[in-house]
């Protein structure tokens, strides 16, 4: 079994639309959950981080952390041709080497 | 601020050849550094990370290696490439267990 897991999508939606994009884990001792926006030919950049369980919220985005169904959520409202990206989860345990285990990630199309 | 920097953009190599890929970062210190690798459908898989000068952790038995002769460089190596060796490859440096800085990344072909 894989630490993190992603549906790969591809996840096509008009804009405007409510985007929800999910991750299931494993590995117990991850204390910190993040997205991650990719896109295409270009480096990762963080979109935001949920330290263990709740919600966070930032502009049309908002990360939900259940722990004890080891499962997150990044919801993306009133979506936008803009928000069309490849999105990764990534997790890491709070002590260590801060070693950062990445989902597949989600391709993400917004129609407009 | 800090940036990081990574080469080359793009590389095609033949099937036997080394490999040498350079990551540096300016404006931090001590930063843990990190290799991935990126293939289709697969995610980002982390490959190397360093805590130090001249610690490196291995995470997955391959073809490649890893290197940090200096505290803000990280130089990812292979003395023979593979067709498997194909794929992005993604430096990226963190302090915080809660985000990491991505390098723009080198998309490797071996043919």
């Known amino acids: 079994q894989k630490e993190v897991e992603q549906d790969p999508g591809p996840l096509s939606v008009p804009e405007g639309a409510i985007v929800s994009l999910n991750c299931t884990y494993s590995?117990?001792?991850?204390?910190?959950f993040m997205w991650y926006r990719q896109y295409s030919r270009k480096g990762p950049e963080l979109l935001m981080y949920t330290y263990s369980s709740g919600n966070k919220e930032d502009g049309r985005f908002t990360a939900q952390v259940d722990k004890s169904s080891k499962y997150i959520s990044l919801f993306i409202r009133d979506s936008q041709p803009s928000d069309s990206a490849t999105y990764l989860c990534?997790?890491?345990?709070?002590?260590?080497?801060?070693?950062?285990?990445f989902g597949t990630g989600t391709r993400l199309k917004v129609l407009a | 601020s800090q940036t990081i920097h990574q080469w080359p953009a793009t590389l095609v190599q033949p099937v036997g050849s080394p490999l040498s890929l350079e990551c540096t970062v300016e404006g931090t210190s001590n930063p843990n550094l990190y290799w991935y690798r990126q293939a289709a459908g697969r995610g980002l898989q982390l490959l190397f990370y360093s805590v130090g000068i001249g610690q490196i952790s291995s995470e997955v038995p391959q073809n490649l290696s890893a290197s940090r002769p200096q505290d803000r460089q990280f130089i990812l190596s292979s003395k023979k490439l593979l067709l498997s060796d194909s794929g992005f490859y993604l430096c990226?440096?963190?302090?915080?267990?809660?985000?990491?800085?991505f390098g723009q990344g080198t998309r490797l072909t071996v043919v």
């Open positions: 990226a440096w963190s302090l915080t267990p809660y985000q990491a800085f």
């Open positions: 590995n117990s001792a991850f204390q910190y």
């Open positions: 990534a997790m890491s345990a709070e002590a260590g080497t801060y070693k950062y285990i």
